[in-house]
């Protein structure tokens, strides 16, 4: 039988922009030297994650990436969230590090993923074995088809600019049959493009006007990781 196992190996400017980091997500190092070349090893449970040290290596240039297939992804991103909540005070939601939250990817067959940009620049897409899930609404409206575009754009292409547009077309085009828990996601998920565009008073406005959407007990319950990332991204405004 095949006992094969994959490790990623990702550049990176220094070992010291990297490794903070993933500790912070409950990696552990199993290896780092200086000479003759910096590399660094970082295990965590079964992923095992390697980089190379390229001290002119610019991050905003990166096209490293990795898949990561796993059976609980919302666990996974819960326990990552964590651990970034202890080590820097908050989630990183935009900028370079930052992790985005569980969504429906129509690009994956209907997997639910979601990625971490480290501060190498490096995309780590985690990514449910599981296809479908909750959120997959696609059937609902016009509105939730137009979030699942827009998630395809900003999460997995990298656009958050045509993300942002093609929420703004449908946000501008309210349909009485919108479910209202859709509604909210959109705007959320438009704060967090806001953000990643240097846009905080827009993201501000956005959450101001997904917490005054009303909703029913069902729905708030649906909504309590959006409601939660909705909270990290608030956290996230810069402060007068």
């Given amino acids: 039988m095949a006992n094969e196992t994959t490790i990623p190996l990702l550049p990176c400017r220094l070992l010291d922009d990297v490794a903070p980091f993933y500790q912070a997500l409950g990696f552990q ?9 910096p590399y660094l090893a970082l295990r965590r449970e079964d992923l095992n994650l390697h980089f190379f040290g390229m001290p002119e290596f610019d991050p905003a240039t990166s096209y490293g990436s990795c898949l990561v297939v796993v059976d609980d992804l919302v666990g996974i991103h819960r326990a990552f969230a964590a651990g970034l909540r202890a080590a820097y005070g908050k989630v990183l ?9 569980p969504r429906v990817r129509r690009n994956q067959d209907g997997h639910t993923g979601f990625s971490i940009v480290d501060p190498g620049g490096n995309w780590i897409r985690f990514v449910a074995r599981a296809t479908g899930g909750p ?3 696609e059937d609902q409206g016009a509105l939730a088809r137009a979030l699942g575009n827009a998630v395809v754009q900003a999460d997995s292409r990298g656009n958050p600019r045509q993300a942002a547009k093609i ?4 946000l501008a085009r309210p349909d009485a049959t919108d479910d209202p828990a859709v509604h909210v996601e959109a705007l959320v998920y438009r704060a967090e493009l806001a953000l990643l565009l240097d846009e905080p008073e827009a993201a501000r406005d956005l959450l101001r006007r997904a917490g005054a959407v009303p909703l029913g ?16 991204l608030t956290a996230a405004l810069p402060t007068d």
Wanted: hydrophobic letters at 30%; charged letters at 35%.
């Fill in 29 to 37: 190092v199993t290896h780092r030297q200086a000479r003759p070349n």
């Fill in 93 to 101: 939601v935009s900028g370079v590090p930052r992790m985005s939250r």
């Fill in 135 to 137: 959120g997959d609404r």
């Fill in 167 to 170: 929420l703004d077309g449908a």
């Fill in 217 to 232: 007990a069902e729905s708030r319950e649906r909504l309590a990781d959006t409601r939660q990332h909705a909270a990290d």
